[in-house]
């Protein structure tokens, strides 16, 4: 009977899946623009959670207390409170959009692989908002106040809160993103992508490549990429250890 379904999924015909595709992810845009509506009603303190590492380096670094983020355009403060509203509509939609993604995928997969679909939605939405949280407060805390301190007597920081918003929540989405490492490494054993020697074997593999990446995704200073490799790589040993386990519980079974 499993192998039946399964059978019965994969001969949907392209077009129907293409019509699923769409159908998930206009429920998943209709989430965010729902909650992002909602979200703008608190927008001015979302502005100032986001804004406070810019502050506390700023004092860290006692730089004068006039040194504040600047708009360059009469309708600048208003569409910054609406991309403001928009990306927190989409941290507070992810279990929906985790739910959606894997409800699209859900029918290519065998009953028993089903079970854990819960599972999996709950630690995508934790494994991207522990990404985040680390982002905040050790990323951008330690980052900002390496990179503002490069100010001289001759040279000093004039920030567009515009610019220094798509700064950090660009590193917080990549950040989230990343943090998805180990649930990713779940998925791909229980469906006997890879395993564990796959990801020992190919390890220094893997390693160079995630720096490039984290070379690419990140600005282009040495310190973020910094602190964006090393998380990579701690991440890449807990995803050995993820499939190490998820395949000694499949042999059990």
Known sequence: M???SKTKDKEMPFLDHLEELRWRLIKSIVTIVVVSIGAYA???????????PYNEAIAYLGKP??????????????MIRIKLSVFMGFLI???????????????????????YFPLIVFFSTICFLSGAIFCYYVVLRF???FLLGFETADMIATIAVNEYLQFITMLIFVFGMVFEMPVLSFFLTKIGLVTPPF?????RHGIVMMVIVSAVITPPDIFTQI???????????LS???????LGKAKEA
Do not use: C, D
Request: charge should be positive.
């Open 42 to 52: 608190f927008s001015e303190t979302i502005l100032n959670v986001l804004t406070r």
């Open 227 to 237: 602190l964006l490799a090393g998380p990579l790589i701690v991440l890449y040993e």
């Open 240 to 246: 050995i250890l993820v499939s190490k386990v998820t």
């Open 93 to 115: 939609a992810l279990p929906v959009i985790f739910y959606q993604f894997w409800q699209f995928i859900m029918p290519g997969l065998l009953q028993k692989e089903k079970k």
């Open 143 to 145: 980052g900002l106040r």
């Open 2 to 4: 499993e192998s039946a």
């Open 65 to 78: 207390e006039t040194q504040k983020l600047i708009f360059l355009t009469p309708t600048g403060g208003f």
């Open 199 to 203: 990801l020992r074997h190919y390890r």
